[in-house]
């Protein structure tokens, strides 16, 4: 008994050295959201003005703010929200190459929206896509799909270690004719968590990292739905970034002349211990709202499992 304990404790030497070598030896790698307002082709991309605020594409003046941005920010993996077709997302892609962000490896997802979309561009291949955009739900008697579908695409920044990123951009808090836009969005982040928990149930450990714009703010059931307690009893843990003077909203409206954080990343405990808090934050550009009408938000993760 002595022997298997020693021979026990020797393993567990062995895998805490390997384990701090590997990490001392891992560059982390930084993973931005961010929603890009707009980034659209024409005005044939968009609803009916008077539904949509600023309904217009992105002028080319703003989509130079967006790329220096993100030029500073220097992603490994960003996640979009607010794109249109493949198209732009080649343009953006393009853009941020010519500004020396090289993000060869994409994933776009359609929706019922047809004008907006969830994407990912990425510096490393994808191991699996399971992307999905035939997941609907009941309201009001009838069958309903999450509009923008979910963006699901896992990556292996470095050997033998996979991160699964999960993207979402729920219901705007502009109402629509055909349902309650707040019975719309509660609807589409409990799909979002049981879809979680399906993942989480089959692989308790998964490095996964949810992000997106989440239309609601923290003390919302939408939110609190994709953080709170799911299946054994397994809770995700909301980031809560900042920016350097310690604010936290994400969101202008300027209608209402209101900030608001609507933009999450949200981690898997299996994740949890590789977030690097302390390079994690909200962009806090002076050219922020030329941009987007949202700030972009990041964070490093050292890719060993620890």
Same mark, same amino acid.
């Given at each position: 008994?002595?022997?298997? #304990? ?30 890009? &307002? ?36 220097q992603p490994d993996v960003l996640g979009i929200t607010e794109i249109g077709k493949p198209a732009e997302l080649a343009d953006l ?6 500004? =020396?962000? *090289?993000?060869? #490896? ?10 907006? #979309?969830?994407?990912?561009?990425? &510096?490393?291949?994808?191991?699996? &896509? ?49 349902? *309650? ?53 397994? &809770? ?9 003077? =310690? ?36 962009? #806090? ?22």
């Amino acid at each position: 008994m002595v022997t298997r #304990h020693l021979a026990g404790v020797g393993l567990v030497l062995f895998i805490s050295v390997w384990r701090a070598d590997a990490a001392e030896n891992s560059d982390p790698i930084v993973v931005v959201a961010y929603n890009v &307002r707009n980034w659209l082709a024409t005005e044939g991309d968009l609803p009916d003005a008077d539904q949509v605020e600023q309904a217009r594409p992105k002028s080319e003046e703003e989509k130079q703010a967006a790329v220096a941005i993100l030029a500073a920010l220097q992603p490994d993996v960003l996640g979009i929200t607010e794109i249109g077709k493949p198209a732009e997302l080649a343009d953006l892609a393009s853009r941020l190459k010519s500004a =020396g962000i *090289d993000l060869p #490896h994409h994933e776009w997802v359609p929706g019922s929206d047809d004008h907006r #979309h969830v994407a990912l561009l990425s &510096r490393f291949p994808f191991v699996s &896509r399971d992307s999905r955009s035939d997941i609907r739900f009941e309201l009001d008697g009838r069958p309903v799909p999450i509009s923008r579908g979910i963006l699901d695409v896992t990556i292996e920044p470095a050997p033998g270690y996979r991160l699964r990123l999960i993207g979402v951009h729920l219901k705007s808090k502009r109402p629509v004719p055909e349902f *309650d836009q707040a019975a719309l969005r509660a609807r589409e982040a409990s799909s979002l968590r049981q879809y979680v928990n399906a993942i989480l149930t089959e692989s308790p450990d998964a490095n996964l990292l949810l992000w997106g714009d989440f239309n609601d703010t923290r003390n919302e059931y939408p939110v609190r739905e994709i953080l709170g307690q799911g299946a054994g009893g397994v &809770r995700l843990t909301d980031l809560r970034l900042e920016d350097p003077r =310690g604010d936290r909203w994400t969101q202008y409206w300027r209608t209402a002349d209101v900030y608001s954080r609507f933009d999450y990343l949200v981690a898997s405990p299996g994740l949890l211990p590789e977030i690097l808090p302390e390079r994690s934050g909200i962009d #806090h550009s002076p050219e922020w709202f030329e941009a987007s009408d949202h700030r972009a938000i990041f964070t490093a993760i050292l890719p060993v499992d620890q």
